[in-house]
């Protein structure tokens, strides 16, 4: 018989799914888990979990319809609204219930303080080698146990937000069959948080690596709002080629965190057998992997 919610929560790390269920960037998560690196404690709604709750609103089935038949990107706004302005259903909050409970009681134990969550959109190829939607999709930074449920509600809806569907359009993907898994995650207290291509982005060279950092959470970063420190490290001898600083004053690397980072990524790119792009944080001397991609073909920016 099946178990309530089954089907509906995966754990990061140990999932019994893929990614058509988890989405491109839990996916990407649970196999870094499964390989050993360290990820922050978290969750995954699953597309499943999406689905159910799309079910169980008509009025969404009836907009989507229209939106298919029409390819009025328009109607995207009232069918955003309708899924972050209604209550989770009840299988789904069952499922939520226990797992922040789990997820908040660890974080107790560790820290002595209630859990601070991270909720990140994980849509179905989402963060792959063929299309990223960087940026594109919800991402909520910081949010307690309580404030989760509408968070993960405002994640599904961005999956037909304006710029999505542009996007999706602009590249040929379909409309209809999208799904949105959702990520739930300890906050990691970044100290320091950076975006590294094992691969120079720019001119593709394989023999560098580089690093951009900024102290604290990365989404300044990822969003453009601050200019970061960038590294051109050299992939053999670990040696700076280049160094731009960036708007802070204060570095937010000293050079054992930043050769320890390059080993970490080049392990991360070692076990995927590719050239990757990794997001990452450090939290009391310590990195925690936040997303691994392959970087896309040709000079190596990612879609």
Known sequence: MERAGEGL??????????????????????RLGRLGFRIPPGFCLTTAAFRAQ???????????????????????DELSRILAEAPLAEPIAAALGPALVTLDQ?????????????????????????????????????????EVP???????????????????????????????????????????????FTRHPVTGRDDQVVVTAIRGLGEAMVSGTVTPDTYVVDRA?????????????????????????????????????AAVDVEAAMSAGTWYLLQARPITTGAGVSA
């Open 150 to 196: 509408g968070a993960v509600s405002r994640c599904w809806a961005s999956l037909w937000s304006r710029p999505a569907l542009a996007y999706r359009v602009r590249r040929g993907l379909p409309l209809d069959g999208a799904a949105m898994a959702v990520v739930v995650q300890e906050l990691v207290p970044a100290d320091a948080a950076a975006v590294i």
């Open 237 to 273: 001898g670990r040696g700076i080629a280049e160094f731009t600083p960036g708007d802070d004053a204060e570095r937010p690397l000293d050079a054992a965190a930043l050769d320890a980072l390059v080993d970490l990524v080049l392990d991360v790119e070692a076990r995927y057998g």
């Open 106 to 146: 660890g974080a107790r134990e560790r820290s002595g303080a209630p859990a601070r969550l991270a909720v990140r959109s994980s849509a179905i190829g989402e963060d792959s080698s063929a299309a990223s939607y960087a940026g594109l999709h919800e991402t909520e930074l910081d949010r307690s146990v309580d």
């Open 54 to 76: 799309f079910d169980a609103i008509p009025q969404a089935g009836d907009v989507l319809a229209r939106l298919i038949k029409t390819g009025d990107v328009a109607l995207g």
């Open 9 to 30: 929560i995966a754990w990061l790390g140990r999932a019994e799914c893929g990614p058509e269920a988890l989405g491109g960037k839990a996916a990407s998560l649970d």
